[in-house]
Nanobody
Framework: VQLVESGGGLVQAGGSLSVSCAASGRTFISYAMGWFRQAPGKEREFVAA????????YYADSVKGRFTISRDNAENTVYLQMNSLKPEDTAVYYC?????????????????????WGQGTQVTVSS
């Protein structure tokens, strides 16, 4: 599956931004989807994930209550709505797809759970 992110940009602290990820192919529903981010000089970190049906979501503590992940299986797209943005949210945001179907929610937080990655989209939050 090929993933293409869009929607990044520059926003002031406290503002909102939405990024999306379009997946190719007809097997989108077979994959759990996640968002990760990587700031300069830092490791790529988990942000959010949504299971195949969209029925369960997971968030990093740093974004819980501010970010919302969702997916539209008819449109083969996953979204990340980011509100109350902070300068520390500045990073390249990557979407990723995982064939994982287990019941351990903690697996969605792990990079190696995901097989496919997009090219990333830059999100910059100014103070």
């Amino acid at each position: 599956v090929q993933l293409v992110e869009s929607g990044g940009g520059l926003v002031q602290a406290g503002g909102s931004l939405s990024v999306s990820c379009a997946a190719s192919g007809r097997t989108f529903i077979s994959y759990a989807m996640g968002w990760f981010r990587q700031a300069p000089g830092k490791e790529r970190e988990f942000v959010a994930a949504v299971v195949r049906s969209g029925g369960s979501t997971y968030y990093a503590d740093s974004v819980k209550g501010r970010f919302t992940i969702s997916r539209d299986n008819a449109e083969n797209t996953v979204y990340l709505q980011m509100n109350s943005l902070k300068p520390e949210d500045t990073a390249v945001y990557y979407c990723a797809a995982s064939p994982y179907r287990g019941y351990s929610g903690s697996q969605y937080f792990i990079r190696d759970t995901y097989n496919y990655w997009g090219q990333g989209t830059q999100v910059t939050v100014s103070s």
